[in-house]
């Protein structure tokens, strides 16, 4: 009898081999045409966020922010005052002792020029977080993957979801972004692992129109992956509250809190949430309470 017959020597057998092969070839290009393709769009989507970020929120002239706001009380139509009059005493800025970032945001020409859907821009020195921040009127996670640009893709955007105003007035805003393992958008949060790093780099500054916001982050944690917004009331303020005691009796060996850092249930709280690589159904979440907000004079707008 021939050994060989019906083994891969045979007709039958070469065919199957080949078409085995076939298969395999095809699957490997189509893996490669498909890794080309994402490392492209990742590529053109990083660039594209890098000239929005020179075009349009790029490092301001050497002007320093005032120390106090004048009160001038001349109007129009009005003589300026004698030397005998006493000077008004100038208000403190409310962002008076911050090293606010050197930044020239100019939101309303992003929103015209790129994407309307674009409303404030997020700086987290020490990290490469340094980005627009997005919300989808109709889509709650539309910009998880999808680009600056609308393009569908990653490494998507920082955004917020409908269900957060607009405004910042919420009890808790909470802005996503992605883990993404080059650095970018949300894994500098990771950074914040380290004790030592969140000490050194305890703020968040958010630009809108013409006011800057800086948070203070008081706590840095894995979690798990429920729904922050829609999961809990965080507007009534007795649920607010209970979650904040709940996550301050975290001690995992990647949860740092800063216990000087006062917040409470009637503070406005921002919440940068990320992924946890390997660990699908895991957030890692750096929180930070509103401490100071003031108008910007590299605004353009007249409302925050």
Not at 179 to 197: I, T, V
Request: hydrophobic residues 30%; aromatic residues 12%; glycine residues 8%.
């Amino acid at each position: 009898m021939d050994g060989n017959r019906n083994g891969k020597d045979s007709p039958g057998g070469r065919g199957i081999w080949i078409v085995a092969a076939c298969v395999c070839a095809a699957c490997f290009l189509g893996c490669v045409i498909w890794l080309f393709s994402y490392m492209e769009n990742n590529r053109q989507a990083q660039d594209s966020m890098e000239t929005l970020r020179q075009e349009y929120a790029a490092a301001g002239s050497e002007e320093q922010l005032p120390d106090a706001v004048e009160q001038d009380g001349t109007g129009p139509g009005e003589s300026e005052e004698t030397e005998n009059t006493p000077e008004p005493t100038p208000e403190p800025s409310p962002l008076q002792g911050y090293d606010i970032p050197d930044r020239n945001v100019d939101i309303t020409a992003m929103q015209e020029n790129e994407n309307p859907d674009i409303y404030a821009w997020i700086t987290v020195p020490g990290t490469q977080i340094d980005y627009p921040v997005l919300q989808h009127p109709k889509q709650l996670d539309y910009y998880l993957d999808h680009n600056v640009d609308r393009s569908s893709g990653y490494p998507g955007c920082i955004y917020s979801q409908y269900v957060n105003s607009l405004e910042w007035d919420d009890p808790n805003t909470v802005l996503y972004g992605h883990n993404m393992k080059n650095g970018s958008m949300f894994a500098g949060l990771h950074l914040y692992e380290d004790p030592d790093f969140l000490e050194e780099n305890p703020y968040v500054y958010i630009f809108t129109q013409r006011y800057v916001r800086v948070y203070h982050i008081f706590g840095a944690y894995e979690y798990d992956n429920r729904h922050l917004l829609l999961t809990g009331d965080m507007w009534d303020a007795e649920v607010f509250a209970d979650y904040l005691e709940e996550i301050k009796g975290l001690d995992g060996m990647r949860d740092n809190f800063l216990t000087d850092v006062p917040v409470s249930a009637k503070d406005k709280v921002l919440t940068l949430e990320t992924c946890v690589s390997h660990k699908p159904e895991r957030r890692y979440i750096v929180q930070a309470v509103l401490e100071a907000e003031g108008v910007w004079p590299e605004g353009t707008a007249e409302n925050p």
